[in-house]
């Protein structure tokens, strides 16, 4: 079964700690996602890579960064965690070439709830 | 640009009942739709969708959503509500020109009750 796993469910951060939230999917997908969910907005998407290496901002990509150094893993950095990104993240994956548009399924982790005090 | 409405944050049936979740969507381009599926404390899962072809689209637990062009909207209804169903809906929209990497839209969400 296919399976995209983040590492944390509840995390509980400091203002001003860096933080690492961490994915790992086992599909070989090429792309990868990051959304924060948030009652009343619904999910909305902060970065998302195409490639290893490669990335792209998303909707509201400020105060966050990206890594991806091997297929399977995208990683979100909080270069100085604020109160205002306490929220629920999650993490998604798909396969889509770039010569064929086939929009097949995003498949999401469980998320990790983010409090940042 | 795309976006997504979805009418009603919260929804509340009774068992048995008609659920029907609205979704209206604005893009410049041919959209593809599709609604998810969120449990408590899970992910999303993919309950249907909408690329080319038929604008009546089955999905799975009952679940069917019609693209009407005309109206800009992709409804959610399902004709019989069973308690299993309460959870939180998401209509999303990705882009059908270009290279959009499954990227997806979504709409605020509606939180579906069902009531014995």
């Known amino acids: 079964d296919v399976k995209v796993t983040q590492s944390s469910r509840y995390l509980v951060k400091r203002t001003g700690e860096k933080v690492f939230l961490e994915c790992v999917q086992d599909?070989?997908?090429?792309?990868m996602f990051w959304y924060r969910q948030d009652p009343g907005l619904g999910l909305r998407l902060i970065y998302f890579?195409?490639?290893?290496?490669?990335?792209e901002k998303g909707d509201i990509p400020e105060g966050y960064s990206v890594s991806r150094e091997k297929k399977e893993r995208f990683s979100l950095i909080l270069e100085s965690a604020s109160t205002n990104q306490t929220s629920m993240y999650l993490c998604a994956s798909s396969y889509e070439t770039r010569a064929i548009m086939t929009n097949e399924k995003l498949f999401f982790g469980s998320g990790t709830q983010l409090s940042v005090l | 640009a795309q976006s997504v409405t979805q009418l009603g944050s919260h929804v509340s049936v009774s068992e048995g009942a008609l659920v029907l979740l609205r979704c209206n969507y604005s893009s410049s381009v041919p959209p593809y739709l599709f609604w998810y599926v969120q449990y408590p404390n899970q992910g999303l899962q993919l309950l249907l969708k909408?690329?080319?072809?038929?604008?009546l689209v089955k999905g799975i637990n009952g679940f069917e959503a019609e693209f009407k062009k005309s109206e800009t909207s992709f409804h959610l209804t399902k004709p019989s509500a069973h308690m299993s169903d309460a959870a939180e809906y998401f209509c999303a929209v990705a882009s059908s020109g270009g290279t959009s990497y499954g990227k997806l839209t979504f709409g605020q969400g509606t939180i579906l009750t069902v009531h014995p």
């Open positions: 599909m070989d997908h090429e792309n």
């Open positions: 909408y690329t080319t072809g038929a604008t």
């Open positions: 890579s195409y490639d290893v290496k490669m990335k």
